[in-house]
T-cell receptor, first 120, second 110 residues
């Protein structure tokens, strides 16, 4: 299994440009999470999808951020227009929700390698 | 105040030492408690998780949860240079999203 795949691994762009980050979750996983990690704020959830449907986007900073999951094997996080304060490492994670019998077993979220974004 | 507090370190110990990493939290709804390890320039990977209060042991690692004190710990016995990484506590309950601590950077000196 290749694990969660993210692209690009590094992105350098200028302020005002559109940035698109991509994620391929682990096959068979039905949940996908986008996180952002910075030194100041640590690891923060931006949005998560269950069965391709956005469930909780309360962490999305503002309207400049949007995320889509057109199918079970692909998701994008778009920033338009980008700003220097968006510079961070963006992680995608996927999981498979346990059945009702597994009430004491939360799902394991598997993280991708991250995309390092630098907005100049 | 953050929901989850974690000392950022860095924590430097000699090889073979016992390491204690800790987090405190404020949300009583948290039921699942996890420890993730993150190597430099990599994504976090799950080390252990515990449901509610109690202890859990896995090899050299022991996770403890004290819900009455809202305090969780990770102990690493016989620490190795390969344990050098950032350790993040994470927790959830009620909603599936994880709330992470800021991470503690650990350096094990050979």
């Amino acid at each position: 299994d290749a694990g969660v795949i993210q692209s690009p691994r590094h992105e350098v762009t200028e302020m005002g440009q559109e940035v698109t980050l991509r994620c391929k979750p682990i096959s068979g996983h039905n949940s996908l999470f986008w996180y952002r990690q910075t030194m100041m704020r640590g690891l923060e959830l931006l949005i998560y999808f269950n069965n391709n449907v956005p469930i909780d986007d309360s962490g999305m900073p503002e309207d400049r951020f949007s995320a889509k999951m057109p199918n079970a094997s692909f998701s994008t996080l778009k920033i338009q227009p980008s700003e220097p304060r968006d510079s961070a490492v963006y992680f995608c994670a996927s999981s498979s929700r346990p059945g009702l019998a597994g009430v004491k077993h939360t799902e394991t979220q598997y993280f991708g390698p991250g995309t390092r974004l630098l907005v100049l | 105040q953050k929901e989850v507090e974690q000392d950022p370190g860095p924590l430097s110990v000699p090889e073979g030492a016992i390491v204690s990493l800790n987090c405190t939290y404020s949300n009583s709804a948290f039921q699942y408690f996890m420890w993730y390890r993150q190597y430099s320039r990599k994504g976090p990977e799950l080390l252990m998780y515990t449901y509610s209060s109690g202890n859990k042991e896995d090899g050299r690692f022991t996770a403890q949860v004290d819900k009455s004190s809202k305090y969780i710990s990770l102990f690493i016995r016989d620490s190795q240079p390969s344990d050098s990484a950032t350790y993040l506590c994470a927790m959830n309950g009620g909603r599936r999203a994880l709330t992470f601590g800021s991470g503690t950077r650990l350096q094990v000196q050979p």
